[in-house]
């Protein structure tokens, strides 16, 4: 083989071997970029302002809205939850008189009422359980049937078992948050 194969050999080599690189690198974007698309942060002043002045993280707030509404601010659900945060209109009214906030049956959906009402309502859990997971349950399926849960044996207090959540929808909904969760906090690096 002479110099001049030898040469255009190592250029392709070499050209093959850029375009090879630049392709993963193209892929390596673009899946951080579908990722940052599919567990987008919109309403971040809100989640931003209400996760530090009730002492909860981001993350987790984002986390809960994207498996209650996906970020839809008018989402109902076929139980009457709404909003971002998807709560009950008794829920809601709880908290409201309890933070001087005027409750109707309009500004329930708006993003910034919504988010303040739920992320008041998922600290005073995280306050009660001292765990994620268990606050999440009763977030999802309310205290009192986490109460029982925990009194009587079911799931325990600290978390550990929670895959004896006893309500499949509950079950999942906790797995998906915490799911969900950690690929935030995952991609704040």
């Known amino acids: 083989m002479g110099k001049k194969t030898k040469r ?20 390596s974007n673009s899946k ?20 530090e002045e009730y002492n909860v993280e981001e993350d987790l707030i984002y986390a809960i809205i994207k498996a209650e509404s996906n970020f839809d ?4 659900s076929n139980k009457d939850a709404q909003g971002l945060m998807q709560l009950m209109y008794s829920t809601a009214e709880e908290i409201a008189d309890k933070i001087n906030i005027s409750l109707t ?3 329930i959906l708006d993003p910034e009422i919504n988010i303040n009402l739920g992320t008041n309502y998922i600290s005073s859990l995280l306050n009660k ?3 994620v997971e268990i606050a999440l349950a009763a977030y999802n399926a309310g205290s009192g049937n986490v109460d029982k849960w925990i009194e009587n044996g079911v799931i325990q207090s600290d978390g550990s078992d929670i895959e004896n959540i006893p309500y499949k929808e509950t079950n999942t909904y906790v797995r998906k948050v915490m799911r969900d969760y950690n690929i935030y906090m995952q991609l704040e690096g």
């Open 8 to 27: 255009k050999n190592i250029k392709r080599f070499f050209m093959i071997a850029m375009i090879i690189i630049v392709f993963i690198i193209l892929i």
């Open 32 to 51: 951080e970029q579908m990722m940052k698309i599919t567990y987008k942060k919109d309403y971040s002043e809100y989640v931003s302002k209400y996760s």
């Open 73 to 76: 601010p008018n989402a109902q």
């Open 105 to 107: 049956e309009d500004n």
């Open 129 to 131: 359980y001292d765990c």
